[in-house]
């Protein structure tokens, strides 16, 4: 089980896809203290997998007291970072403080696209130069790209970059329109681009040693199938299941583009709202609507439940854009 904690709004840079809305920290964000205590309830849930997130996490002074915490309870901490602030001490204090991997953002081969997604001056270049640094300083790190219309025909020479730079892994991100991304939901993928580049991953991981994996595309698991893979996962979407969010100021909600805040932890302990939940349990015991409950595949695809809310207003309706929707022989 995993669970970020987007741990500030505050950033550096302005993205267009941003989930969050970051820019400028908010009032009220969670404190040190109450940061720790949300870590001992992380661990008390059961979680193992820490993600600090943001905005973008390095901005916070206290970060690296919290992953020596988080590492103290038993968690595993790791980062979704833009990956900019990563000087060579930065990567040697995170490691040290117990961080076992870094989840770096970059969404173009092309430094100026990157640049321009991203709305800052050298953000690829400093972005690469954070990998480099994580490399000297032995700490692992991976690619997260997010993929729209634009960037759908570079997916793999971003692999190709990620295994020239060390990387373990390169996870590729389908937009979701939540937060600013609702500003730009005609660039996300349709239907059939959607298969296409499901396919093109999952026969590009037949030729590379790092780890593919889509987010926001659970249908990757019937291909893989189909394709005779055996990969590690177990389902594509784990939004109330074995995944949850947690914003700045202790909301939580099922996954980082579901915006249904369930519960706040200044209200209720995590380990409460975790097990508790209403929404949580109609995502772990509720059959499917739609197409995504008729498919064969859907216990161990189950379609992005943030896409069905986001396009039909019920995050158990079926996913809308897959190609197949419970079809005979998928």
């Known amino acids: 089980m995993l669970v970020s904690w987007n741990t500030t709004n505050a950033c550096n840079m302005y993205c267009e896809h941003c989930y969050r809305d970051a820019g400028a920290k908010v009032d009220e964000e969670l404190d040190t203290e109450e940061g720790k205590a949300l870590i001992e309830e992380i661990a008390k849930a ?8 943001g905005g973008e996490p390095l901005m916070r002074q206290d970060i690296f007291e919290l992953v020596e915490h988080a590492r103290s309870k038993g968690l595993r901490p790791v980062f979704g970072t833009n990956g900019t602030m990563i000087t060579p001490d930065v990567a040697k204090r995170l490691k040290d403080a117990g961080a076992l991997g870094m989840g770096i953002s970059l969404d173009s081969v092309n430094a100026a696209q990157h640049d321009r997604f991203r709305k800052t001056e050298k953000a690829w270049e400093d972005a690469i130069q954070g990998m480099r640094n994580c490399r000297e ?18 997916v793999e020479k971003i692999t190709d970059l990620a295994v020239q730079e060390g990387a373990v892994a390169h996870h590729i991100f389908f937009l979701v329109p939540t937060g600013r991304a609702v500003n730009i939901e005609q660039e996300s993928l349709r239907a059939e681009q959607y298969e296409k580049l499901l396919h093109r991953i999952m026969k590009k991981q037949q030729e590379v040693d ?38 700045p100021k202790g909301d939580v909600q099922p996954c980082a583009y579901l915006d249904i805040p369930v519960g706040n932890v200044r209200e209720t302990p995590f380990s409460e709202i975790w097990q508790d939940n209403e929404v949580f349990n109609r995502l772990r015991n509720e059959s499917l609507q739609g197409g995504c409950g008729t498919c064969r595949n859907n216990k161990i695809c189950g379609g992005c439940r943030a896409r069905a809310y986001y396009y039909h207003g019920d995050f158990m309706a079926e996913e ?3 190609l197949y929707h419970g079809r005979k022989g998928y």
């Open 210 to 247: 790092i780890e593919l994996k889509p987010t926001c595309a659970p249908q990757f698991m019937r291909i893989a199938k189909q394709m005779g893979m055996d990969l590690r996962f177990t389902k594509g979407c784990l939004a109330g299941t074995s995944y949850c969010i947690i914003s």
């Open 137 to 154: 300083a032995g700490l692992p790190f991976q690619i997260h790209t997010t993929v729209v219309d634009w960037n759908y025909d570079e």
């Open 46 to 53: 059961g979680f193992k997998i820490m993600i600090f997130s």
């Open 320 to 322: 809308p854009w897959c």
